[in-house]
């Protein structure tokens, strides 16, 4: 692990000396605020590992890394304004701090600046790189807009929430992988294989996220017990409850209660969800869906023709990272 | 000119070809709509024509040049949203038709649809071509950002305005023709002039379109006569004004009382501004300034070793446009 302390330390000092740009400077002081909030670096951290992975050169990766992370940011500036989000890590969101006209332009600005990052790289890669790199970004806007939709949804399918989840978060952590991979020089169907191996921990990531809302220990995790429940978040969990209570009218009429209720205490209503969880189950099957995926990405792993201490590193990272923060 | 019809015909059918996607459908139908609205296709026949200007195969220019047409209309759509315009062509624009959120995710999807057509091209040429585009669309964002920042300022300086327009709408004409030229197969320096040509040219048009809003011809024009007075939209006209009636007590301060009126009489605010800059002759300096750009468009394209005829047809082409839609 002290290789990922390592990629994490080039990562922030590539990030410490990029100038976005200055003039004018309500464009690209959200920029550099945003950049600057932190966060683990886990994007371009992966994008690192995988061209390591391959016995690369993590010196060849660091600018497609660096436009991921970027990628990933202006994700989060736009996402905030449509989700209306007051705080970001912790800090004021950028729509909050400026407007949301800012956060608009500036978000857009950095979508160029990310595809200017991985122009960076030597040009014989470079129209695969953008081709994954182009891929992954309207997948994942296809993954934010599935979201949205699902918000107004009564019914939501599981197959619809594996699907939304898979495209607004697990590619973006596949496509990192891959772009690492292609610049390590690894061939395409391993680095195929490492695509899978990102989408489906992405997708094992979302559904523990999902998990930890409920049945985490609150202090540890960082976040408010039940703050999914509390804002009737569809998640994995609420919709197999409700789809496994269609068969069960008094389990769906409290269900929809709480839902519909436009006043509740929330410690009550976490309690009485939580125990609807707990009647039907659905801990145990979002652990086995959770496990399916978790399997997957492990077996995809097992083809690629990489030191068995590789791999170990990659998934260890990942098992670190299981916790939070995806 | 036969041949401008001919690009913008094969500019239409390539559009009408092209599939942006189907799932979700909230993100593609508002890309779809904002696409099938039509306009001169102004930009996409400047990058067909700039190939065909070195005597290159223009064939090999289409995808850029959906490419900048996407980019514009990206621009037109998260435009619309910050502006708060409720038309587009005649039609609702997108936030109307549909809401926020979705004018700035399919905007967002637009921008990577344009990298896509981009990347279709020869990767010979692509990183230049990236680089300019790149480099054009940064500048259109901040040219967007100094847009805002100006309309809540009360001064603007006559070079800060003619700097936000450059940015603002002539650098995406001038990174138009530059891709083209590249395509092309032309010189750098002669695909540099081929930008400076388009930039002035691009300054002119928006000079021309300052002027038009209250001296042309209202049918003709096509628009509201005075919309940009009745709006406080800071021009060339109004910041010439503001800066001569400095010296002028009387006129100063009628020119801030239309500005800060609440409630008035469209067509006597327009005729009392008319008459000032009437009397401070500020059409004829205006028309100086146009001129002035528009020499050095016609001048950047001199020493470019290429037929007469040819650079007569580009001129023509924009001297075509000059009367609006820039």
């Given at each position: 692990m002290d290789s990922i302390k390592q990629f994490q330390e080039k990562i922030e000092s590539e990030l410490k000396s990029?100038?976005?740009?200055?003039?004018?400077k309500e464009l690209y002081e959200p920029i550099e605020y945003i950049m600057s909030?932190?966060?683990?670096?886990m994007r371009p951290v992966l994008v690192l590992m995988a061209c390591d992975f391959f016995g690369g050169d993590v010196n060849k990766a660091i600018h497609p890394s660096i436009a991921i992370e970027l990628f990933h940011n202006f994700t989060l500036v736009h996402d905030d304004i449509m989700d209306n989000a007051p705080l970001r890590r912790g800090n004021k969101t950028v729509h909050e701090k400026w407007n949301n006209n800012i956060a608009i332009l500036s978000g857009d600005a950095m979508i160029v600046k990310a595809y200017q990052e991985i122009c960076k790289?030597?040009?014989?890669i470079l129209p695969t790189l953008l081709n994954i790199f182009s891929d992954t970004a309207i997948k994942v806007c296809e993954g934010q807009q599935m979201d949205m939709n699902y918000e107004k949804l009564t019914k939501v399918s599981i197959l619809q929430y594996i699907k939304m989840i898979e495209l607004k978060t697990a590619v973006l952590l596949a496509g990192a992988l891959k772009i690492g991979a292609i610049i390590g020089k690894a061939k395409e169907e391993d680095a195929n294989a490492l695509y899978e191996f990102g989408k489906h921990i992405g997708i094992a990531f979302q559904l523990q996220d999902d998990i930890l809302d409920v049945y985490a220990n609150a202090e540890k995790f960082?976040?408010?017990?039940g703050g999914d429940i509390i804002a009737n978040k569809k998640t994995y969990l609420l919709l197999k409850a409700m789809e496994m209570a269609e068969n069960n009218r008094y389990m769906k009429e409290e269900l929809q209660q709480w839902i519909a209720a436009?006043?509740?205490?929330a410690a009550e209503k976490v309690e009485a969800i939580t125990s609807i969880y707990n009647f039907l189950n659905v801990k145990e099957l979002a652990r086995n869906e959770m496990k399916k995926h978790y399997d997957i990405a492990i077996k995809s792993?097992?083809?690629?023709?990489?030191?068995e201490i590789k791999k170990k590193e990659l998934v260890d990272f990942a098992d670190s990272l299981m916790v939070r923060e995806i």
């Open positions: 990029i100038q976005y740009g200055s003039n004018p909030l932190g966060g683990k670096r790289t030597n040009s014989e960082g976040k408010q017990k436009p006043h509740f205490n792993l097992e083809n690629i023709p990489v030191a």
